[in-house]
């Protein structure tokens, strides 16, 4: 009963240094989501998809790049990682039917830009 | 847009004290409405939810009324519990392309024995 995982959990870059999180989930959800957290700011929306081979932008998309070529998994890229992306990064999954269904969150990934 | 506005923490409490978290939102639509929790070191879960005017959402002793003419959905526990310690987050949804969740800022919470 996994849900949603993201790896990995914890992760050092150097700046300029390129890096993919990845999300997977098996509950066949349409909805995948990539959120960012920063103390005071709650969740912001970086990239999300609707549908497997479809991506859109979120609220804070810049220097991130996200493919779904599977239905199950969610990448999230960072091609030339940067200071200001030192972050805790969720994943999310949701299924379809209504707005009301609810949205399963992974457990997380620390990154930190040096 | 959509946004939501929470009061900022830390709320620090006692074990059996009440606890109120307001939340306040902005929408273009009829949104849902919900609460999640994020205890330390994990993921966000959903604590509750309304999807309509004067719904009342429950859980684990919580609850929360969806109050459209205040645009507003304030968490409330009447005793808490150490293990109530957490970051709560109020969310609004509203059904369009991606079913995107709008998160206010979190208000950390923390029951002192």
């Known amino acids: 009963n996994a849900g949603v995982t993201q790896t990995p959990k914890f992760r050092v870059l150097k700046t300029g240094q390129s890096m993919t999180l990845l999300c997977a989930q098996d509950m066949n959800h349409e909805y995948m989501y990539w959120y960012r957290q920063d103390p005071g700011m709650g969740l912001r929306l970086i990239h999300y998809?609707?549908?497997?081979?479809?991506?859109a932008k979120g609220e804070v998309p810049d220097g991130y790049n996200v493919s779904r070529l599977k239905k199950q998994n969610f990448l999230l890229g960072l091609e030339s990682a940067a200071p200001s992306q030192t972050s805790v990064y969720f994943c999310?999954?949701?299924?379809?039917?209504?707005?009301?269904?609810?949205?399963?969150f992974g457990q997380g990934t620390r990154l930190t830009v040096v | 847009g959509n946004s939501v506005t929470q009061m900022e923490g830390p709320v620090t409490l006692s074990e059996e004290a009440f606890l109120t978290i307001n939340c306040t939102y902005t929408?273009?639509?009829?949104?849902?409405l919900f609460w999640y929790v994020q205890y330390p070191g994990e993921g966000l879960q959903l604590l509750l939810k309304a999807t309509k005017a004067d719904d009342k959402g429950s859980n684990k002793g919580f609850e929360a009324t969806y109050r459209k003419e205040t645009t507003s959905f304030h968490l409330e526990k009447g005793s808490v519990q150490v293990s109530d310690s957490a970051v709560y987050f109020c969310a609004l949804l509203i059904k369009a392309a991606g079913n995107k969740l709008t998160f206010g800022g979190g208000t950390r919470v923390l029951v002192k024995p």
């Open positions: 929408a273009t639509g009829y949104p849902s």
């Open positions: 998809s609707v549908g497997e081979g479809t991506t």
């Open positions: 999310a999954s949701k299924g379809k039917v209504t707005q009301n269904t609810e949205a399963f």
